[in-house]
């Protein structure tokens, strides 16, 4: 059995109590990529929120250590504009039409990389968090080192705190998948990765038509493409544009105009209703520049506590740099 197959058995986690734990949960769904349904599955550890993955330019060099490592945020509070402001280019957008034109941003735009098995791939987020109440505002620098092919034990870290993370082992999987080989096999046609991301396992089920897919079906689909495209922020070539075309098939994702990324520009946010649900649905804002379509950064909501004291956050969350290196915590 291929890791494509193995990825189509992915089993529910936990169910859902709280925001954070639901949005755990939600990843945890899809964290199971064997054949043997006792065999042991280790969640994605995460923030309750899920990070942003950058759509941007990068320079790819990986011959040697170092990628040279760019800029793609900003620090200021996200907040809608006025509607009087609209832009003529901002009304009546569908989701999809978004999506398709970052899809062709980013093939445009996008650059080869091809890690060695024995490299590390880099990462530098910020996440600045602002709660509600009381208007006190945090920020946080998240920086990771991921072992390309998983053979090697990882550093992580989420809203400033960091731990090692152990190789998986035999049986045990996550998703989204983190390492390179695995990803590489993600199909790059954005109804095959669809199709590729359905749990069938009756006699009688196909995957071979998005007219079969129920509507829980295309709820479970949009937290794996919302997870792939937060948590992943270096993917193969053709892989984040089919996530975003795909992203655009389905069902309830919806264009939100005259929205602020963190350095003030206006553009269109992409969100998403979930029909399965009550309350907030999964997967916070993309948003795009609503001319070129270009990502320009990502917002959400994160709730901690309990029901007697909660402290309602939101999170504005980019990805400041990122490089390929030989060693784990070298910084490029």
């Not at 950058?54 to 793609?72: I, K, P, R």
């Not at 996200?78 to 978004?98: F, L, T």
């Not at 602002?130 to 090697?152: A, P």
Request: charged letters at 30%.
């Amino acid at each position: 059995m291929n890791e494509l197959d193995e990825l189509r058995d992915w089993d529910a986690g936990a169910p859902p109590l709280d925001d954070d734990t639901r949005h755990r949960a939600r990843v945890r769904l899809f964290a199971a990529m064997n054949d043997e349904p006792a065999a042991p599955v280790r969640p994605l550890r995460r923030r309750p929120v899920l990070r942003v993955a950058v759509a941007g330019t990068v320079a790819a060099a990986v011959a040697g250590t170092v990628l040279v490592a760019v800029n793609t945020g900003g620090d200021d509070e996200v907040r809608a504009k006025p509607p009087g402001d609209s832009a003529p280019s901002m009304r009546n957008v569908s989701a999809r039409a978004v999506l398709n034109g970052a899809a062709a941003y980013e093939r445009k735009h996008e650059r080869t990389v091809a890690p060695r098995d024995d490299q590390y791939i880099y990462t530098k987020e910020i996440i600045e968090e602002t709660e509600k109440d009381t208007g006190r505002v945090e920020r946080h620098v998240d920086e990771n080192w991921r072992s390309v092919d998983g053979s090697r034990r990882s550093w992580v870290m989420e809203i400033g705190k960091g731990w090692w993370s152990e190789p998986l082992k035999e049986n045990e999987g996550m998703w989204p998948p983190q390492d390179w080989g695995t990803l590489r096999k993600l199909p790059t046609d954005p109804e095959k990765l669809i199709l590729s991301l359905l749990h069938k396992s009756g006699p009688n089920d196909r995957n071979d038509s998005l007219d079969e897919v129920t509507d829980q079906e295309w709820t479970d689909i949009h937290f794996s493409l919302a997870g792939l495209l937060k948590l992943v922020p270096v993917m193969p070539k053709g892989l984040r544009p089919a996530a975003y075309e795909a992203l655009g098939m389905v069902p309830g994702v919806k264009a939100v105009p005259n929205q602020q990324d963190a350095k003030g520009r206006t553009g269109v946010a992409i969100t998403y209703d979930d029909p399965t649900q009550q309350g907030p649905s999964f997967g916070g804002h993309f948003i795009f520049d609503p001319k070129t379509y270009a990502f320009l950064g990502f917002r959400d909501t994160r709730t901690t506590g309990d029901d007697t004291d909660p402290k309602t956050y939101t999170q504005l969350s980019y990805l400041d740099s990122w490089a390929i290196t030989d060693k784990v915590k070298q910084r490029p």
